[in-house]
């Protein structure tokens, strides 16, 4: 069994300020994980992925996440918010194998919101 | 590349009628489709997985009766929700995905409203 935790559904920041968006998962096999963004009435678009190679991931758009197994954590994180940057976000797990490959868990999503 | 549309984009119907969406993979094969329900301001919640030219596997609580998934080749799928009622009112997503590949490629969502 999988599943994601996204803790903080909604994140504000200031224009040009760190981005944190926190993500914990838990998988009974090594998992993939990936983080993606949804504008309004629109589907997914994947900002990043970690398939088991580097632990540091980078993205998209600036984007990057760090695969931390001992705190089964995979935060997405960004320097400087862009104005551009506010939606909402998903991590997703999905198991590297058995009956369940391939299918993707989502977190609950997080706002996040920008300010001039 | 990787490229997956949907129709239509957004449908209104009467309740009691059935609605058709078509997901399509405009520049691969996909061996693996799934369907998306997410609603208003909520996580996406997998509804079924189908793979070409078998039936597809509905998750836990949800009807395979009332969401008919066909994939009837490589490169399209059918998500017909039948009898429609205001409750399927939703936001309804697909993807697509290669056969022992992690990644999946989502479509732009259709947006159902049964009145």
């Known amino acids: 069994a999988q599943s994601v935790t996204q803790l903080g559904s909604h994140v504000s920041v200031s224009e040009g300020a760190l981005v944190l968006l926190r993500c914990n998962y838990s998988?009974?096999?090594?998992?993939?994980l990936f983080w993606y963004v949804q504008y309004p009435n629109q589907g997914l678009q994947l900002l990043l992925k970690y398939t088991s190679a580097a632990t540091l991931v980078k993205g998209i758009n600036g984007f990057e996440a760090e695969f931390k197994k001992s705190e089964t954590s995979f935060h997405l994180t960004k320097p400087s918010a862009h104005m551009s940057d506010a939606a909402e976000y998903f991590c997703?797990?999905?198991?590297?194998?058995?009956?369940?490959?391939?299918?993707?868990?989502f977190g609950q999503g997080t706002i996040l919101t920008v300010h001039p | 590349g990787a490229v997956v549309s949907q129709h239509p984009s957004r449908v209104i119907c009467k309740s009691g009628t059935s609605v058709k969406i078509e997901c399509r993979s405009l520049?691969?094969?996909?061996?693996?489709m799934f369907w998306y329900r997410q609603f208003p301001k909520k996580s996406l919640m997998l509804m079924a997985t189908s793979n070409e030219g078998s039936k597809a596997t509905y998750e836990q609580g949800v009807e395979k009766d009332k969401f008919l998934i066909n994939h009837a080749s490589l490169t399209l799928s059918t998500l017909t929700v039948t009898s429609a009622h205001p409750e399927d009112s939703s936001f309804y997503i697909c993807?697509?995905?290669?056969?022992?590949?992690?990644?999946?490629?989502f479509g732009p969502g259709t947006r159902l409203t049964v009145l």
């Open positions: 520049d691969f094969q996909a061996t693996t």
């Open positions: 993807s697509a995905g290669l056969f022992h590949s992690n990644e999946q490629f």
């Open positions: 997703a797990v999905s198991e590297a194998g058995g009956t369940s490959y391939g299918k993707l868990t």
């Open positions: 998988s009974s096999v090594p998992p993939y």
